[in-house]
């Protein structure tokens, strides 16, 4: 299971200013949620956890540190208290959950996590299944994949599918969110 252990400075030693003069967060603190029914309640002491492994290595090769990992099953509960718990930490100033975000009955990650969301952000669903549209096709219609701001925090929520992990990932949410939890936290240091 990738973590670093790299001791994180306070959020305030981190923020800086990109070259448009946007604030920014940088390296990030990230607490990385995976939902899964055959993994989550698992007895293996570290059970495989191949989407979870493929956003941390992409944002620690980005500079940032993994904070935090959890695994729950497909629970609205659990899924909720365990996104919420990760949004208390000082440590962590994004937050990734992956699975749970089809069609299916027991698909309810979506469901709990925009609950905990103060603003949506819609233009990362739509920038996903665009991106995901050579790959997959017109079966992007089944991905509820949905990102959004929780106190402060940009939460991302994406498919349980290692391809679909790794490109949005690397394509939108490692480019976007230093920036995001910057413009984010804004508020706390003026």
Not at 3 to 10: G, K, S, Y
Request: contains cysteine.
């Amino acid at each position: 299971m990738i973590q670093n252990d790299r001791e994180l400075p306070p959020a305030e030693d981190r923020r800086t200013t990109d070259a448009d003069g946007h604030d920014c967060i940088d390296p990030l603190g990230v607490a990385i949620v995976t939902v899964s029914s055959s993994r989550g309640d698992s007895v293996e002491k570290t059970p495989p956890d191949p989407g979870g492994d493929a956003i941390a290595s992409i944002l620690v090769e980005a500079g940032h540190v993994v904070t935090s990992r959890r695994m729950v099953p497909d629970d609205y509960v659990r899924i909720k208290t365990t996104v919420s718990e990760c949004l208390n930490r000082p440590d962590v100033d994004l937050v990734v959950t992956t699975g749970g975000t089809g069609v299916t009955v027991d698909d309810v990650t979506p469901d709990a996590v925009t609950e905990l969301f103060d603003r949506e952000l819609p233009g990362f669903g739509e920038a996903f299944r665009w991106l995901s549209w050579e790959e997959v096709r017109t079966r992007i219609v089944s991905t509820r994949a949905t990102a959004g701001i929780a106190r402060g925090v940009p939460v991302f929520v994406l498919p349980g599918s290692v391809n679909a992990v790794e490109l949005a990932t690397a394509e939108i949410i490692s480019e976007e969110a230093p920036h995001l939890a910057g413009l984010a936290t804004r508020h706390k240091v003026e």
